[in-house]
Every structure is written in C-alpha cells, then in structure tokens.
C-alpha cells in the first residue's frame, strides 16, 4: 500500500504519465523516509509517545493512592 492507502503502481511494458507519477512519488516518499530529517522527527515522537505513557501511568498510580482528589 502507498501513502494515504492507495496501492503503488508498478511499471509495466507500456508506461503512461500516470504510472511513472507514482513511481516519482514513491521515490520521493521512499528518499524521505531515510532522510535525516524524517528520523530525526520520528525519535522525538517516540520520545513524545513514552512521555505521554510515563505520565498516564504515574496518574493511574496516584489515583490508585488515593492522592488525588476528585472536583
């Protein structure tokens, strides 16, 4: 499958405009995601989504103590 769900096109002996878009669009998308940027912001998600979780948890286990008081 290709960005947004659509499947990729593949070349085949006859080649028109449309099938050689989606293989420059696969290209680019395929070069993105080895990009240095792209990893870059694919850690700080990580890094985001393990926050996000540290901090559910550390709330669950206040509630469970009875530490918070509910309004």
Not at 24 to 39: D, N, P
Not at 50 to 66: S, Y
């Amino acid at each position: 499958m290709g960005s947004r769900g659509q499947k990729k096109k593949r070349l085949t002996g006859t080649t028109s405009n449309e099938d050689i878009t989606g293989c420059q669009r696969r290209g680019l998308l395929e070069s993105h995601a080895m990009s240095e940027a792209h990893k870059q912001a694919y850690k700080k998600y990580l890094e985001f989504i393990d926050q996000m979780h540290l901090e559910t948890r550390m709330d669950n286990e206040r509630k469970q103590d009875g530490k918070i008081i509910f309004q």
